[in-house]
């Protein structure tokens, strides 16, 4: 019996030896790729930053030049007439007079 115990044991801390790494492995990726996206969401803040800062500066020159074209608010706005759906379903259906059907067979 003492052989069974070392031997059922030894399955046991080979498997805890086994679980350890991988979870140790698994935890040294997650904290790499958190300080990855830590990274890229600076970086990206950052080029957000400079492009709103880009804009002002862009629109602080031209602010009366597009009012006078018609952006406002950076979209150029016209007033467009709704064209009224076709009314198909209550439109009644052209048939070909009784004269015509007699000649046509």
Known sequence: MAKR???AGGKLGDFAEELGTFLGTTQRKATALLGQRDQVAAR???IRDKADQLLR?????????AVAAGFAGGTRR???AKR?????????RKTARKAARKTSR
């Open 5 to 7: 115990a070392k031997k």
């Open 78 to 80: 016209k007033t467009v």
């Open 57 to 65: 500066d862009l629109a602080g020159g031209a602010g009366d030049l």
């Open 84 to 92: 009224a759906a076709p009314k198909s379903s209550t439109r009644k």
């Open 44 to 46: 990206l803040s950052a």
